[in-house]
């Protein structure tokens, strides 16, 4: 290890920074070690215990809580005086899903912390936050009352003050019930989710307008609410599902809330809404505000302690001045050029270290600002403060978290820990300050429903996950550890609040938000090293890996995406080299095997695959979104490593690579980097190493083979050729239909016909049984279909008289597959017309047969009639694409086409009788513009009688050039 230059180096060393790259020797991966058992946080009891509460009678027990609801979390606050209490909470829900329960202390300190959800054999405690009083838990008075509960617990209220019982599920509506030993006043928050009536809940509920409250914004589901002033002046009466938003005149006063109906359910943001049974409860819990010495307003008391906290962390002599700490990488050029191949990584895309220089001049690091910590883009911060400071108001925002450095101290930590000749800031303790303090300032934003505030307005499950995986936990994970205990027990304290009331949140349809919590959790594991959250990330990624569909897939939107996909398979590439959990490996090696399979290599170079069965973006997996696992798991899985560079090749071959990459660095040490930093290339970096090679394309396999994957996908590999062809139905029907009708228009700017480039968004799957891929070892893909128009699908179009076109029905096609004999057949409906057709493959060694039949239930008469043939084309067609036959604007009769290359290797279609054929050879861009997707038209009748039929067949056929250089196998 070189530490010429590195200050501060006998710090870092001391604490042992080795974390930051795990080699693929560590197979174990991360292992905490065990975590102390720190006196507890609350105070002891100073009287006699009461007996525990029961729930099969009332004798001890002074107030009971019932049908609470969580939807899906809500906090209960309790206000306690000199005696203590003891509480028990029963968390019941019929669909058994997780839940959490965490019972604060008047300090907000974790007293209690459990968590269950099922196939545990007993609820998880934490050792340092569970029973603080000492009792074990009882033995449960009733076994028929709690049969069917999720958590049955039992905690004490120990001093005097407002007390949280906080609860959070992954289901709605999951109910709570709370027994104490004494009746308390109280207020309940269902925090950013659904607000609704409990248990004997009186029609009149009260609420503290907090200090520097400005606004409170009410959308009614069932019922209504009627708000009156502090002088019983009605403010507002809302019963309906629209905003409404309510001015606020005065703070610390108490509103109150009336219910004309039995049945009420709204929302609320703008400030915490606590609805208390009292005015006095209700002055009490003050809306759990907690005002600053210096006049703003936070949620929680954790920030109030990091405020105190903060100026120390941005003391000179912790953070340093930023010219001072800047060094050019230039100065390491000799150690850049001693391993250029991986050394260049770090010059790829979402790369940090080459822009650690710009961030540092970037931060604002005044411990006097009310901005100190965080970063900017103007060249020079505002001092003062603005008339809503980010943790002063109860507005939504999003702390420093936007997307253009959300990334930022987590590069800083990485550059501080990076053990690497090429690193100058190897060993600056002062990044690791600047790391915490940036985020640090960013918790004070943090609401009282422990979510960022662009979250506070909806429920939605994965509202935190981008910010969380991609902002606040990467640099606690790294930088914790190597800090002051001061510093980084409050950054975990804080942090925490974030991790709990997330961890049940269920898994959402479009799977990459969910999967960016593998990462969050996997980090706040390391950076506390505790080994209870240890055990939680590796139950949510178990968690997650059940998740995925049969065939192997994690769902976007409902079906499968190759481009999406790539987000998903980054965080779970992370998250095993993160930790080391080789069970969850399976789930990676099963997606990218389905994905796999909808790929394959070209000749000439690359990779191109259909993706007609896309749901979100316009990109296939040869497009998978950052890179995916690639890069990550190359070493660990062959599924992967197939897609890294081909073999190593001649001395020659290396050389010429180890130049260009010597080029690229040294044009990268001489740039001025005038942006923030990125992380997702930097695992590329970390984990560089050489490839598994022993996987196969499956395209590629010498074996003939017919597979399907869970009734959604059939591959077929025969000697001449490999088709793919999507038979599944993945989509919602719901959100086919909504998306269905814009489609049937002409795509903008005619597109289709123009070469236009495509929008990214603009999908829609385009299914019924056609061709997805269509690949053969000489020439490569030659059909391929694309989710951007009918005319990018292989099938059925009709053009109507009114310029709309309709194809075959999504949710109307069946599919019957006699692999013996290697047939399949489709059947199915064009949609909105009384056409149907029964689409027939034969799959022969050398060729493949389409019959296409089209009959008439009624009469009808069209414009056009056609089946479509999408064929590959553009730059990765790198010998080219060349289609016979007329331009696109003539129709010629015909009986053949074909698409070939330089080397006079390709496709001819052959029909078995003549018909009028279009070619587009400029059809529409990929978004890079690096392929397109051009097309045969091939004309059928296009008026026909009830009763009447259409009938086209045609032969797919393989042409081998005279020297034929088929595709790396």
């Not at 949620?299 to 000179?316: D, M, N, W």
């Not at 052959?910 to 054929?917: C, D, K, T």
Request: contains cysteine; hydrophobic residues 40%; charged residues 25%.
């Amino acid at each position: 290890m070189s530490t010429a230059g590195n200050a501060g180096c006998g710090f870092l060393v001391s604490v042992a920074v080795a974390a930051v790259r795990i080699s693929s020797a560590d197979a174990a991966g991360y292992r905490p070690p065990p975590a102390g058992q720190p006196p507890a946080t609350a105070l002891t009891w100073t009287s006699p215990r009461p007996p525990p509460p029961r729930f099969d009678t009332a004798g001890g027990a002074s107030m009971e809580i019932g049908g609470l609801h969580a939807d899906p979390a809500l906090a209960v606050y309790l206000v306690v005086g000199n005696a203590p209490a003891r509480g028990r909470a029963l968390i019941r829900n019929a669909k058994g899903d997780c839940a959490m329960l965490r019972v604060f202390d008047a300090d907000e300190r974790l007293t209690h912390w459990q968590y269950v959800e099922p196939g545990l054999e007993a609820p998880i405690c934490h050792p340092r936050d569970a029973y603080v009083d000492g009792l074990p838990p009882p033995v449960p008075a009733d076994a028929a009352l709690l049969r069917g509960a999720l958590l049955d617990a039992h905690f004490a209220l120990v001093g005097r003050g407002v007390h949280q019982v906080r609860v959070q599920t992954g289901v709605k509506a999951t109910d709570l019930r709370l027994v104490l030993t004494a009746a308390l006043p109280f207020g309940v928050s269902f925090q950013n989710g659904h607000f609704s009536p409990w248990r004997d809940c009186p029609e009149r509920l009260y609420a503290c307008v907090p200090p520097r409250a400005e606004e409170l914004t009410i959308a009614c589901v069932e019922g209504a609410v009627r708000v009156l002033d502090e002088r019983d002046r009605v403010l507002r009466e809302a019963s309906d599902k629209r905003a409404s938003t309510l001015n606020v005149e005065r703070t610390d006063c108490v509103w109150t809330f009336e219910f004309p109906e039995k049945v009420w359910r709204f929302r609320a943001w703008g400030f915490p809404l606590i609805l208390c049974t009292t005015p006095e409860a209700a002055r009490a819990i003050r809306a759990s505000a907690e005002v600053l010495p210096d006049g703003s307003v936070v949620s929680h008391k954790f920030q109030r302690r990091i405020a105190e906290l903060l100026p120390g962390i941005l003391a000179p002599e912790n953070v340093g001045a930023a010219e001072a700490l800047i060094v050019p990488l230039a100065s390491r050029q000799a150690a850049w050029l001693r391993d250029p191949l991986r050394n260049v990584k770090l010059f790829g895309y979402g790369t940090s270290l080459p822009k650690v220089a710009y961030a540092l001049r970037r931060q604002n690091v005044d411990p006097a600002d009310p901005w100190g910590g965080l970063f900017f883009r103007e060249p020079k911060p505002n001092a003062a403060p603005k008339p809503r400071p980010r943790w002063d108001g109860f507005l939504p925002v999003g702390g420093f978290g936007d997307r253009a450095h959300s990334s930022t101290p987590a590069a800083l930590a990485k550059a501080a820990l990076l053990d690497e000749p090429i690193n100058p800031y190897y060993g600056k303790r002062e990044l690791l300050f600047r790391a915490a303090a940036a985020c640090l300032r960013d918790l004070l934003a943090l609401s009282e429903a422990e979510v960022w505030r662009n979250a506070a307005t909806d429920p939605y499950p994965s509202g935190m996950s981008f910010q969380m995986g991609q902002k606040d936990l990467p640099p606690f994970g790294l930088a914790a550890p190597h800090l002051p205990e001061a510093v980084r027990a409050i950054w975990t304290e804080g942090v925490r609040h974030m991790v709990d009331r997330t961890f049940t949140d269920r898994l959402v349809s479009c799977r990459n938000q969910s999967s960016h919590q593998l990462v969050s959790y996997a980090e706040f594991a390391r950076g506390a090293q505790d080994p209870v959250y240890d055990r939680l990330s590796r139950l949510f990624a178990r968690r997650f890996a059940a998740g995925a569909h049969p065939a192997g897939y994690h769902e976007e939107a409902t079906g499968p995406c190759g481009s999406y996909i790539g987000m998903t398979h980054w965080h779970m590439a992370v998250y095993y080299r993160l930790s080391g959990d080789r069970e969850f490996l399976d789930s990676i090696r099963n997606s990218y095997r389905f994905f796999n399979h909808t790929v394959a290599p070209e000749p000439g170079g690359g990779v191109l695959g259909g993706f007609n069965f896309n749901h979100r973006v316009s990109m296939g997996f040869f497009q998978e979104q950052w890179s995916g696992a690639k890069g990550i798991l190359d070493d660990v899985l062959p599924e992967v490593g197939l897609w890294a560079a081909g073999p190593p090749g001649t001395p020659e071959s290396r050389q010429r690579r180890e130049e260009r990459a010597r080029e690229q660095i040294l044009k990268g040490l001489k740039k001025t980097y005038e942006e923030f930093p990125g992380q997702t290339g930097d695992p590329r970096f970390e984990y560089d190493a050489e490839p598994d090679k022993s996987g196969i394309w499956p395209a590629c396999e010498p074996q003939p083979f017919t597979r399907t994957f869970a009734d959604q996908l059939l591959a077929v590999k025969r000697p001449g050729y490999y088709a793919v062809i999507y038979i599944g139905k993945p989509m919602a029907e719901w959100a086919y239909r909504r998306n269905h009708p814009r489609f049937r228009k002409p795509m903008p700017d005619d597109a289709e016909n123009t070469g236009k480039p495509i929008k990214e968004k603009y999908v829609l799957p385009f299914l019924g049984g056609g061709l997805s891929l269509f690949w053969t070892p000489d020439y490569g893909a030659a059909v391929m279909a694309a989710n951007w128009s009918a005319l990018m699908h292989h099938g059925l179009v009709a053009f109507n008289p009114d310029g709309t076109r309709d194809w075959e029905d999504y949710y109307a096609t069946a599919v019957k597959l006699d692999e013996p004999n290697g047939r399949l057949t489709v059947t199915g409906r064009i949609a909105g017309l009384p056409l149907r057709y029964t689409r027939r493959y034969r799959f022969e060694p050398e060729q493949l047969a389409i019959e296409l039949t089209v009959a008439a239930d009624a009469d009808v008469s069209l414009m056009r009639l056609i089946e479509n043939v999408p064929l590959a084309g553009g730059k990765r067609k790198k010998r080219g694409a060349e289609l016979s036959g007329p331009h696109a604007d003539e129709a010629a009769p015909g009986m053949d086409f074909t698409v070939m290359d330089s080397a006079s290797c390709g496709v001819r279609f052959e029909l078995a009788a003549p018909r009028p054929l279009r070619v587009c050879r400029t059809g529409p861009l990929g978004k890079y513009g690096d392929y397109r997707i051009n097309r045969v038209e091939i004309e059928l009748p296009a008026t026909l009688k009830q009763g009447e039929a259409a009938r086209l067949a045609y032969r797919l056929t393989p042409v081998r050039g005279p020297v034929s250089s088929p595709a790396e196998p």
